[in-house]
């Protein structure tokens, strides 16, 4: 028996557009905030769309017996479109839905709540079952590619784990644990914790910010190590974080430090800079246009580079994929990666 159940609500404006989803990129975790509601009260509430106050709906619902998918994984569902995508990767429009939201490139799931509030501890499983199995589908990593709606505009969803987001964390884990069998490396104790870096912003003034602009000049920055986080500072921040697919808020928390640690200086210079997000066919962005740029430069033609993921890219792709003696699967993942920055930028 599958983890969830197919049942469809009709094709509608408010609840399902029949819009086709671009491709899923992340995994958007949600809460209904309606305590004691169902799955099937969820399904019966977004099917009779004609009593919906606003456009809303999303793909899978959550509850201690059952999953319910009302919306098909192929189409967009409305569940995190308040606000334009803060993560740059899911920022997408098409010609028949713009606004930029996280819509078009990813698929949403809620947890449905007891009448006290709480997640059952059933549906906690069960929600994690679904991760795992979408994870596996679209492979997509549980630890990166699974956020909340609060991580894409901000809103407090799902609030129990805004409030807590070690519990998140936690469930996170799980998922990784149940798809690959063992824990993830990061969940164990580690010896060059981040968590003593503080979190600077604007305003600040102190060696942690001599510390974090020289971090930035090795990638290109060029600031005065002078200590004073100034608006300059801020303007290197907030590009180092849309380049490296971070929340672009100008304010240097764990994950920031840890990508200014880790991430590598010379990939970010690169004269043909790729990608470290999965692209199949279907795709559109600037990710997939950098990917073509490369692949041309490479001698595997994909036309000219127009941010599109077609048949000509497809084709091209796998022919670089044979000539590199990798998986011929058509899919632009982290071995492609590296094996085409090899090629074309060393
Ligand atoms: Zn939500």
């Keep these: 028996m599958s983890v969830w159940q197919d049942k469809y609500i009709v094709v509608n404006s408010k609840s399902r557009p029949s819009f086709k989803l671009l491709g899923v990129r992340k995994l958007v975790i949600h809460y209904t905030a309606n305590n004691g509601g169902t799955a099937m009260n969820h399904f019966n509430y977004f099917n009779n769309y004609r009593s919906l106050p606003r456009?809303?709906?999303?793909?899978?619902?959550?509850?201690?017996?059952?999953?319910?998918?009302?919306?098909?994984?192929?189409?967009?569902?409305?569940?995190?479109?308040?606000?334009?995508?803060?993560?740059?990767?899911?920022?997408?429009?098409?010609?028949?839905?713009?606004?930029?939201n996280a819509n078009l490139t990813s698929i949403g799931v809620e947890m449905c709540m007891e009448r006290n509030g709480t997640f059952h501890p059933d549906t906690i499983s069960r929600t994690e079952d679904v991760f795992v199995e979408l994870c596996r589908r679209y492979r997509l990593d549980p630890l990166t590619d699974i956020v909340r709606h609060y991580d894409i505009t901000r809103k407090n969803c799902p609030a129990p784990w805004v409030s807590n987001p070690q519990a998140f964390t936690n469930f996170k884990n799980r998922?990784?644990?149940?798809?690959?069998?063992?824990?993830?490396?990061?969940?164990?104790?580690?010896?060059?914790?981040?968590?003593?870096?503080?979190?600077?912003?604007?305003?600040?003034r102190s060696d942690a910010v001599k510390s974090l602009q020289s971090y930035l000049n090795k990638f290109g920055y060029n600031l005065n190590v002078d200590g004073a986080f100034g608006p300059l500072t801020q303007n290197a921040v907030?590009?180092?974080?849309?380049?490296?697919?971070?929340?672009?808020?100008?304010?240097?928390?764990?994950?920031?430090?840890?990508?200014?640690?880790?991430?590598?200086?010379?990939?970010?210079?690169?004269?043909?800079?790729?990608?470290?997000?999965?692209?199949?066919?279907?795709?559109?962005?600037?990710?997939?246009?950098?990917?073509?740029?490369?692949?041309?430069?490479?001698?595997?033609?994909?036309?000219?580079?127009?941010?599109?993921?077609?048949?000509?890219?497809?084709?091209?792709?796998?022919s670089f994929q044979r000539s590199a003696s990798l998986v011929v699967d058509g899919i632009y993942g982290n071995k492609t990666r590296q094996a085409l920055h090899s090629k074309v930028n060393t």
């Design 238 to 318: 907030k590009d180092f974080q849309r380049k490296n697919d971070l929340v672009v808020d100008g304010i240097v928390g764990e994950k920031t430090w840890s990508k200014l640690k880790s991430a590598s200086p010379a990939q970010q210079s690169s004269k043909f800079p790729l990608p470290s997000v999965i692209l199949k066919y279907g795709y559109h962005g600037s990710e997939v246009r950098q990917l073509q740029e490369a692949l041309n430069e490479a001698g595997f033609s994909c036309g000219r580079a127009d941010g599109v993921f077609g048949k000509k890219t497809l084709t091209a792709l796998k």
């Design 55 to 100: 456009a809303a709906s999303a793909h899978i619902f959550v509850d201690r017996t059952q999953a319910l998918c009302i919306v098909p994984l192929n189409e967009v569902a409305y569940h995190a479109n308040d606000k334009p995508s803060l993560i740059p990767a899911l920022r997408a429009t098409a010609s028949y839905y713009k606004g930029g």
């Design 175 to 204: 998922v990784y644990a149940k798809l690959k069998g063992t824990v993830p490396p990061s969940s164990l104790p580690s010896t060059t914790s981040s968590s003593s870096d503080p979190i600077l912003r604007k305003g600040s």
